[in-house]
């Protein structure tokens, strides 16, 4: 069986910063509740002419630098986002464009947080039959830009980043077991709306504004706390490992309280985790391979490591991945 395995990986944020004395100056709330409520203290907020191929490409270009490997090496770009800057072309197709990948193949896919690790599974399975030696995914979001302001439940949360890892055909272990899932029972509980006209779901956003996010808070983090321990137990569990053979878990990081909650859950401590939330809040699909970077750069990561990615997101969807790296 060929093995497929993450052989580079990058991170952008944008520069702007929106911290919790700005979110208090826009809407009713206090930096003492949304660190208490949710651990984030900053977000990352794109200019007014960056669109999320921007940072895709951005993302896109630090990985392939990081893998060692040119644009015309890649056979595949996917790329997740729920702010895509089209409907069509693909933000995928954008970025095949914009790096120069005259060999590959490219189209988007939509499992909202949970694309990262949906990815590596979509990879691993292109590998694994031997159609494609080396992908690329790339996961961006210009969340600011579908934010309702004057929404304090959920404003407060998202951050906009981009984050992109190159999979490629290897002889050492890389993406070992896998789990993802739907639950379309949950689907109303995020929502960002296209053409169904829908008056109850505009009704329910503060701003009564079509084109922002709205989401059942308390039911959403319900749901990922069972979800991402679960998913994250299992492909320990599958792998024939224990928590103990676990060097890092990098989770989705939409609040601190999920990951908190989910992480006692798998029996495991803070120490074991990589969090970027403080500063870049939820990015959605890119929070894990943002976070995943900084942690290689700052050496948390090392060879051989065994590190389990979770996440889970609008749909309802989950994901988890144990990667050897
Ligand atoms: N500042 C002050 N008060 C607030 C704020 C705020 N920013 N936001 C909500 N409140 C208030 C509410 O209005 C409510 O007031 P009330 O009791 O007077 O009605 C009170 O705080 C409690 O509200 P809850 O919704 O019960 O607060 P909760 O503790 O659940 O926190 C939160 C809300 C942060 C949204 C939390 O539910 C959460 O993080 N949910 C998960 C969100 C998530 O992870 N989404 C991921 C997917 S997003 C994607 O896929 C793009």
Same mark, same amino acid.
């Given at each position: 069986?060929?093995?497929?395995?993450?052989?580079?990986?990058?991170g952008y944020?944008?520069?702007?910063?929106?911290?919790n004395?700005?979110?208090?100056?826009?809407?009713?709330?206090?930096?003492?509740?949304?660190?208490?409520?949710?651990?984030v203290?900053?977000?990352?907020i794109?200019a007014?002419?960056?669109y999320?191929?921007?940072?895709a490409?951005?993302?896109?270009?630090?990985?392939?630098?990081n893998?060692?490997l040119?644009?015309?090496?890649i056979? /595949?770009?996917?790329?997740a986002?729920?702010t895509p800057d089209?409907?069509?072309?693909?933000?995928?197709?954008?970025? &095949?464009r914009?790096?120069g990948?005259?060999?590959?193949?490219?189209?988007?896919?939509?499992?909202?947080?949970s694309?990262?690790v949906?990815?590596l599974i979509?990879?691993? &399975?292109?590998?694994?039959?031997?159609?494609?030696k080396?992908?690329l995914?790339?996961?961006?979001?210009?969340l600011?830009k579908a934010?309702?302001?004057?929404d304090?439940?959920?404003c407060?949360?998202f951050g906009? *980043?981009?984050?992109? *890892?190159v999979?490629s *055909?290897?002889?050492?272990?890389?993406?070992?077991?896998?789990d993802?899932?739907?639950?379309?029972?949950g689907?109303l509980s995020?929502?960002? /709306?296209a053409?169904?006209?829908?008056d109850?779901?505009?009704?329910?956003?503060v701003?009564?504004?079509?084109?922002?996010?709205?989401? *059942?808070? &308390?039911?959403?983090?319900?749901?990922?706390?069972?979800?991402?321990?679960?998913?994250?137990?299992?492909?320990?569990?599958?792998?024939?490992?224990?928590?103990?053979?676990?060097s890092?878990v990098?989770p989705? &990081?939409?609040?601190?309280?999920?990951?908190?909650s989910?992480?006692?859950?798998?029996?495991?401590?803070?120490d074991?985790?990589?969090l970027?939330l403080?500063k870049y809040?939820?990015?959605?699909?890119?929070?894990?391979?943002?976070a995943l970077?900084?942690?290689?750069e700052?050496?948390?990561?090392?060879k051989?490591?065994?590190?389990v990615?979770?996440?889970?997101?609008g749909g /309802?969807?989950?994901?988890?991945?144990?990667?050897r790296w």
């Amino acid at each position: 069986m060929i093995n497929a395995k993450i052989t580079g990986i990058g991170g952008y944020v944008p520069e702007k910063i929106y911290d919790n004395a700005y979110m208090e100056s826009i809407v009713d709330t206090s930096d003492e509740w949304i660190v208490r409520r949710t651990g984030v203290k900053e977000r990352r907020i794109s200019a007014d002419d960056e669109y999320t191929t921007d940072m895709a490409t951005k993302a896109a270009k630090k990985a392939l630098e990081n893998a060692g490997l040119g644009a015309e090496d890649i056979d /595949l770009i996917i790329l997740a986002t729920v702010t895509p800057d089209y409907f069509t072309p693909s933000c995928a197709c954008v970025v &095949q464009r914009n790096i120069g990948a005259v060999n590959a193949a490219a189209f988007d896919y939509n499992a909202a947080c949970s694309g990262f690790v949906t990815g590596l599974i979509i990879a691993k &399975q292109f590998i694994q039959t031997g159609m494609y030696k080396n992908i690329l995914i790339v996961c961006a979001d210009t969340l600011s830009k579908a934010t309702d302001y004057t929404d304090r439940a959920t404003c407060v949360l998202f951050g906009d *980043a981009a984050g992109a *890892a190159v999979v490629s *055909a290897s002889e050492e272990e890389g993406i070992m077991t896998t789990d993802m899932g739907a639950d379309g029972t949950g689907a109303l509980s995020i929502t960002s /709306l296209a053409y169904r006209n829908d008056d109850e779901e505009i009704e329910k956003r503060v701003a009564h504004r079509k084109d922002t996010i709205w989401m *059942a808070g &308390q039911a959403v983090m319900k749901f990922a706390v069972k979800a991402m321990a679960d998913a994250s137990n299992k492909v320990v569990r599958e792998a024939g490992l224990t928590w103990d053979d676990i060097s890092l878990v990098v989770p989705h &990081q939409a609040n601190y309280r999920i990951v908190d909650s989910a992480i006692k859950r798998m029996g495991i401590t803070e120490d074991k985790v990589y969090l970027t939330l403080e500063k870049y809040g939820n990015t959605s699909a890119s929070c894990i391979p943002v976070a995943l970077s900084e942690a290689v750069e700052k050496g948390r990561i090392k060879k051989g490591d065994n590190i389990v990615l979770v996440g889970f997101g609008g749909g /309802l969807t989950w994901g988890a991945a144990l990667i050897r790296w």
